[in-house]
């Protein structure tokens, strides 16, 4: 904060003076006095006097407030107008990213000073219309740095965790991405100040902006050109103002920018915007939904995804079909882009608005014995399943929690959601003590950069059980981890399985080497299909499709001195074969393979798989 401190006081004189203009003993500023024009500066007049006889020190300072009060007021019009458009075309893309910002590129393509002379000659000179015409000159920019920003933040799992929260709308642009891109925003609004003084003393120059006789700096070196032979001074004074304003805001911004952004070492943030973000959001209430019968907890039932291609709609995932019984664990596993984080995010209604459901349905049963499609429920009656019947835990635990919240905010605010009153921080450090985190009376006022990667999951997995889910997904929550917290997290998982009593969990990884620690049964997927999928025990031990052993023989284990790679790499969604899509990788594969697409079917009343040759194979 020291590198603020020099152009903080800077601007903070200037506007000292600007404000106390009407309390120091200053001559009237329209004051005129003929006779003494163009008079040298003198004790009665430290600054001389102008072509009218006006006191040129009074006229500054309170020139001053003028033009600082048009710049302040045009940007901050600009900001609220640009941000609300950057925001909402950055977080709802689509037809609204498109009305939003080709308004916003229509403004640009106007020359800045062209523009604001067009609309002070239709509306009249005036600050009232200066503000106008300025704010609407400078949205566009806050519009582009609040949609650029709000495209970065919105793809963060802190963001994805706020619907899985079950928050609405609001409650995200305004609480959650706000908070997190105010910090250019700010260098943005300082930035404006300083280029709508400009554009104002510009105009005012050209007697379109402030009408006289109230005093500009514009309006200054206007008066000053027509006599600066006789009076250089007059045209001085007004330009040392004006250019000392500008850079002291400029060099402001320079060190703003230092400070705000961690990519150039900055840390710091304003205690404003942690304030917002932990503003509460309000209670959520459970909404009638559509109802159906499935048998178990979780069914889903021919599951097919699909995003626009370079040739058309291209499936990521298809036909996947699983169940889940209340209490038990299913491990999804395969490489990545085989589907397994898609399929999880359509379960919890998160699905990126790039992707599309074709067709399936997910049957959910809710705690009050319900059964819903999930894919068919309102948005508003899932947010009051998420977070309370259903609730994830995220892959990066960094990008999960939202930095300008302490992590017991960040849990309470989850309990909030759903209606939970009382002593909160109790019931927050109940459930950091839960999941094994240490000193958890301190650690609840921590910010996410205070702690570890294992500590920093355990928040997300506290976060996640803290309303008790009945179905609880773990997307690859150890990838980021060290083996020995890796370790710890996973036995901390099996724990929560075993003291929440009918909690179903589904496991998404890549690696087989923790499905066996954790889960009861596992789904193998390969190019957004499920290739097979039974009893933990007897798919390792005979494993009935050629991806799901070359997996497991690509395994680490500590007898094996040579590991077995699976050649090839997953093709693109766009590009897969015709027939098998594992075919041009499988070292068993047969012409025929690669013809017909094989159907998953069941090997044994408890085993499924999608090859020709299982029966080979076992």
């Known amino acids: 904060m020291r590198r603020l401190a020099l152009p903080g006081a800077l601007v903070a004189l200037i506007l000292l003076l600007a404000l106390a203009a009407p309390l120091l003993p200053l001559a009237d500023p329209v004051r005129q006095d003929v006779a003494h024009r163009l008079a040298a500066p003198s004790a009665a007049h430290w600054l001389g006097q102008d072509e009218y006889g006006r006191d040129v020190l009074s006229r500054i300072l309170w020139g001053a407030r003028v033009s600082l009060s048009v710049a302040f007021a045009a940007a901050a019009l600009a900001a609220l107008a640009g941000t609300f458009l950057g925001l909402v075309g950055g977080y709802f893309r689509g037809a609204v990213e498109l009305v939003t910002l080709r308004v916003a590129d229509i403004v640009l393509c106007f020359p800045p000073m062209l523009l604001a002379l067009?609309?002070?000659?239709?509306?009249?000179?005036?600050?009232?219309?200066?503000?106008?015409s300025l704010a609407v000159l400078f949205a566009p920019n806050f519009a582009r740095v609040a949609y650029a920003e709000t495209l970065t933040v919105r793809a963060l799992d802190y963001v994805t965790a706020q619907r899985a929260l079950g928050a609405g709308i609001p409650r995200i642009l305004l609480r959650t991405l706000l908070p997190n891109i105010a910090a250019p925003l700010l260098v943005q609004f300082s930035l404006t100040v300083s280029a709508a003084m400009l554009l104002e003393s510009g105009l005012s120059f050209l007697g379109l902006g402030v009408v006289p006789p109230a005093p500009s700096w514009g309006l200054m070196i206007r008066g000053a050109r027509a006599t600066m032979e006789q009076a250089p001074l007059l045209l001085f004074w007004p330009c040392l103002a004006l250019t000392g304003t500008v850079l002291a805001f400029n060099?402001?911004?320079?060190?703003?920018?230092?400070?705000?952004?961690?990519?150039?070492?900055?840390?710091?943030?304003?205690?404003?915007?942690?304030?917002?973000?932990?503003?509460?959001?309000?209670?959520?209430?459970?909404?009638?939904?559509?109802?159906?019968?499935?048998?178990?907890?979780?069914?889903?039932?021919?599951?097919?995804?699909?995003?626009?291609?370079?040739?058309?709609?291209?499936?990521?995932?298809?036909d996947v079909s699983f169940s889940l019984a209340a209490g038990e664990t299913l491990a999804v596993v395969g490489e990545s882009g085989s589907g397994k984080t898609l399929t999880g995010l359509a379960v919890m209604g998160l699905l990126p608005a790039a992707v599309?459901?074709?067709a399936g349905e997910i049957l959910h049963t809710g705690r009050d014995g319900r059964v819903r499609d999930l894919l068919r429920t309102p948005e508003e009656a899932l947010r009051g399943l998420r977070g309370r019947d259903l609730a994830m835990v995220f892959q990066d635990?960094?990008?999960?929690?939202?930095?300008?919240?302490?992590?017991?905010?960040?849990?309470?605010?989850?309990?909030?959601?759903?209606?939970?009153?009382?002593?909160?921080?109790?019931?927050?450090?109940?459930?950091?003590?839960?999941?094994?985190?240490?000193?958890?009376?301190?650690?609840?006022?921590?910010?996410?950069?205070e702690l570890s990667g294992g500590q920093r999951q355990r928040v997300m997995i506290a976060a996640a059980i803290a309303n008790h889910p009945r179905l609880l997904l773990a997307d690859e929550p150890t990838t980021a981890l060290d083996v020995t917290v890796q370790a710890q997290i996973l036995e901390l998982l099996a724990g929560l399985k075993r003291s929440e009593a009918g909690m179903g969990m589904i496991f998404v990884t890549h690696n087989l080497a923790v499905v066996s620690q954790i889960a009861d049964r596992?789904?193998?997927?390969?190019?957004?299909?499920?290739?097979?999928?039974?009893?933990?025990?007897?798919?390792?031990?005979?494993?009935?499709?050629?991806?799901?052993?070359?997996?497991?023989?690509?395994?680490?284990?500590?007898?094996?001195?040579?590991?077995?790679?699976?050649p090839g790499?997953?093709?693109?969604?766009?590009?897969?074969?015709?027939?098998?899509?594992?075919?041009?990788?499988?070292?068993?594969?047969?012409?025929?393979?690669?013809?017909?697409a094989p159907p998953l079917q069941a090997a044994t009343p408890t085993r499924a798989t999608r090859c020709l040759r299982w029966k080979e194979l076992a």
């Not at 067009?118 to 106008?132: D, E, N, R, S, W």
């Not at 942690?274 to 109802?291: K, M, V």
């Not at 997996?551 to 077995?564: G, N, Q, Y």
């Open 251 to 318: 060099l402001l911004c320079d060190r703003l920018r230092d400070v705000l952004d961690p990519r150039a070492g900055g840390t710091a943030r304003p205690g404003f915007l942690r304030r917002l973000a932990a503003l509460p959001g309000p209670a959520l209430h459970d909404s009638p939904a559509p109802a159906s019968t499935a048998p178990g907890l979780l069914c889903v039932r021919g599951l097919t995804l699909e995003v626009a291609g370079p040739t058309g709609p291209v499936p990521v995932v298809r």
């Open 356 to 358: 599309r459901v074709v």
């Open 397 to 449: 635990p960094s990008s999960s929690l939202n930095p300008l919240l302490r992590i017991g905010a960040q849990i309470g605010e989850g309990l909030r959601a759903h209606g939970v009153t009382g002593d909160l921080r109790g019931r927050v450090v109940a459930l950091l003590k839960q999941v094994g985190l240490p000193d958890a009376e301190r650690r609840v006022d921590a910010f996410p950069h």
């Open 118 to 132: 067009l609309v002070v000659t239709l509306l009249g000179p005036g600050a009232v219309t200066l503000i106008f």
């Open 522 to 566: 596992v789904a193998v997927m390969y190019g957004g299909e499920l290739v097979e999928e039974g009893p933990v025990a007897e798919v390792f031990a005979a494993p009935r499709h050629p991806y799901t052993a070359a997996l497991i023989a690509a395994t680490p284990e500590e007898d094996v001195a040579r590991l077995s790679a699976i």
């Open 569 to 596: 790499a997953v093709p693109q969604p766009w590009a897969m074969p015709e027939g098998c899509r594992f075919a041009p990788r499988c070292s068993v594969a047969r012409p025929d393979c690669a013809r017909a």
